[in-house]
């Protein structure tokens, strides 16, 4: 039914450890297998195509595939040649994909691309089948923060008393990822922005709640390119509770606490963001 193209060189520099970008494609092709939809890599067999990276190698591909069919993204950077040209040229191709719908409203009001032409789509996510041994109180997730908010964070968990383990971005496999989750009561969030913000949703799925530090603009480009933004694209209440100034933690951690056993975040996965769900978002977007 679908052609997938991508190259293994997108995450080669990364060690060993587990990228976003690697993780969209692992858990797309673990979607796809597990609903059974047939597809190809890197070879024109059926008659949609998704272009899941745009750098030279994927342009190439590009322009031998006949452009009515080709889906394109998530991975795509909007300041290179190869992004401008997507942009810049939405008659090649039949739709562009985000993973969430921030990204989506940058490229339709900064970026010029025409509403109709592109969608947002998050990657599915697996849906762990563990249990709980919890042997401390909290994980933190430290992602592109600044040091002296994480050094606020610890300050005020150990002002309480509670246990604590952190987690840095990159710094750890998939495997201690989920162990660790399994062994606290909550997370403690304290992250960038997150085009879909795939390891977050896997606290998620691990039935974690949350306490989110949250952020509201994305300016990584400066302030031109500023716009709204978050670290948590994909969430509701039943998930945790959210926060954006440090003078609002303690009330909201008050909150958070005394409702920890009410949250049921992997219910947000299941119904939101799992893989079956995920695949039939896609095939949508690819098909119609």
């Known amino acids: 039914m679908i052609n997938l193209w991508y190259d293994e060189s997108y995450w080669a520099h990364r060690n060993g450890i587990v990228s976003g970008p690697e993780k969209v494609v692992k858990n797309l092709i673990k979607s796809l297998d597990q609903e059974s939809v047939p597809y190809a890599v890197n070879c024109d067999r059926y008659e949609y195509n998704f272009l899941l990276q745009y750098n030279a190698l994927g342009h190439s591909k590009h322009e031998k595939l006949e452009h009515e069919s080709c889906v394109i993204g998530p991975q795509y950077w909007g300041w290179d040649a190869y992004g401008k040209f997507l942009f810049e040229n939405p008659q090649y191709y039949k739709q562009l994909v985000t993973p969430s719908d921030w990204v989506t409203n940058q490229l339709v009001n900064q970026f010029n691309v025409p509403k109709t032409k592109v969608s947002s789509w998050p990657v599915g996510i697996e849906l762990f089948d563990t249990e709980k041994k919890v042997e401390k109180d909290c994980l933190i997730y430290y992602k592109r923060r600044d040091e002296q ?10 002002s309480k008393e509670l246990s604590y383990e952190i987690f840095g971005y990159g710094n750890y496999s998939q495997d201690q990822f989920i162990d660790t989750c399994n062994k606290v009561k909550f997370c403690f969030l304290l992250n960038g922005t997150e085009s879909q913000g ?4 896997e606290i998620m799925s691990t039935n974690t709640p949350i306490l989110v530090w949250d952020v509201t603009l994305w300016n990584d480009m400066g302030e031109e390119y500023s716009t709204p933004a978050t670290s948590i694209p994909y969430w509701d209440n039943q998930c945790g509770e959210v926060f954006y100034e440090c003078s609002d933690l303690d009330m909201t951690f008050d909150k958070f606490y005394d409702r920890l056993e009410e949250y049921t975040p992997k219910k947000f996965v299941e119904e939101n963001l799992s893989f079956k769900k995920s695949l039939q978002l896609l095939l949508n977007i690819v098909v119609n």
């Open 149 to 158: 908010e994480l050094k606020s964070v610890i300050d005020f968990l150990e």
């Open 198 to 201: 795939i390891a977050v949703q």
